[in-house]
């Protein structure tokens, strides 16, 4: 009964906005008049567009949606909410490409857009297409450059893209401005390791841990640098209270290549077994 009775709400919708239509034609001899008249079709239409929409979405009817969400970014090109439908419709469906094709065109009519940049770096990232992520990243941080968490984005783009040290300078941004989350610094460290920098990264570990030092990725990262040094006995204890605090690091470990030396460890197979 609730699906019969959105369908007539949006068929109501249609004919409301078709007596506006009639009522625009007979306001052409008082421009004023037809104007605001035309602004209000404009407004309903683009409500009807997004109801309908969402209508079609309850009822996993995507490319309808997806059909109905366009149509209200062409008559209304700066509304966030009908991009951000279509793009999400596009990505709940793993349309990667036409999601992000709705971002570019939401871009493209709204450059100075941060919410649409935010979009693209995050699906170019989800995609694999670290270069346009980074850019992204980079264009958000022109456009505010007082919100420090876009260094976090821009750095993990440069860690995939084995950019490393310039990776390091976009977390040392961050942590310059907040030092308090454990996973930037965990990020840095892990930055220092691929650069062999393992008596740093354990120090930068360290650093983070003084805000919270119970974190298990903390912690667990720490084992894998003493792991990678040879250090056994720190690695060992690392990770057993890692396990503690975070049960599922006991799989991971497994066949984690940090602790490849590890692997034959009596010690090590009964922590992870």
């Not at 949006?10 to 078709?18: A, T």
């Not at 490849?260 to 090590?268: R, V």
Request: proline share 2%; glycine share 6%; net charge negative.
């Amino acid at each position: 009964m609730k699906k019969k009775i959105r369908l007539v709400v949006i068929l109501l919708l249609i004919s409301f906005c078709q007596g506006m239509v009639l009522q625009g034609k007979i306001n052409l001899k008082n421009k004023n008049n037809f104007y605001l008249s035309m602004t209000y079709i404009k407004e309903d239409t683009v409500k009807m567009y997004m109801d309908s929409a969402s209508y079609f979405r309850e009822l996993d009817k995507n490319e309808e949606a997806i059909k109905y969400f366009k149509l209200a970014a062409f008559l209304k090109p700066d509304y966030e909410d009908a991009y951000i439908g279509w793009l999400t419709t596009c990505f709940g469906q793993g349309k990667m490409e036409e999601g992000i094709k709705a971002i570019n065109q939401w871009i493209e009519l709204n450059p100075e857009n941060t919410t649409a940049w935010l979009y693209k770096a995050f699906a170019e990232a989800e995609s694999g297409n670290h270069e346009k992520s980074l850019n992204a990243f980079e264009k958000l941080i022109e456009l505010q450059p007082d919100e420090a968490t876009h260094w976090i984005g821009k750095g993990q783009m440069l860690y995939e893209m084995n950019r490393n040290s310039e990776a390091l300078e976009a977390f040392d941004k961050y942590t310059m401005v907040d030092t308090t989350r454990t996973d930037v610094w965990g990020m840095k460290a892990s930055t220092l390791s691929h650069l062999g920098r393992y008596e740093e990264a354990i120090s930068i570990i360290n650093e983070g841990l003084r805000n919270n030092p119970d974190d298990p990725s903390g912690i667990y990262n720490r084992a894998c640098i003493h792991s990678i040094q040879g250090n056994k006995v720190n690695a060992l204890a690392d990770l057993k209270r890692a396990i503690e605090l975070e049960a599922s690091f006991r799989e991971y470990a497994r066949t984690d290549e940090d602790f490849k030396s590890l692997y034959d460890d009596e010690e090590f197979k009964n922590l992870t077994k």
